[in-house]
């Protein structure tokens, strides 16, 4: 069952349709959420499957501004902006 992305759950107010961005050497990303706990390499880097992640979408109440954050069901390739 998809979650009601139209009404706040805080408040009941009206929620709007976005995205958060992350700042990265150059530009700007849409966060990802990756499955399984954080594991880095020898080099101290994060390692992950990249088939595992997914976009996170994030909404916000126009009337008090409350985030809620959604991970695609389908896995995506995090687009650079």
């Known amino acids: 069952m998809q979650p ?10 009206t929620m709007e349709i976005g995205f958060t961005l992350d700042s990265t050497e150059g530009g700007f990303k849409v966060p990802s959420w990756v499955a399984g706990t ?33 991970a695609k069901d389908r896995p995506t390739k995090t687009p650079s902006l």
Do not use: H
Not at 4 to 12: A, N, V
Not at 40 to 66: E, H, P, V
């Open 4 to 13: 009601d992305r139209t009404r706040c759950p805080e408040c009941g107010g």
């Open 38 to 70: 954080p594991v880095k390499n020898w080099l101290g880097m994060l390692k992950y499957d990249r088939k595992t992640l997914r976009q996170i979408l994030t909404d916000r109440c126009a009337s008090c501004g409350f985030l809620k954050s959604y």
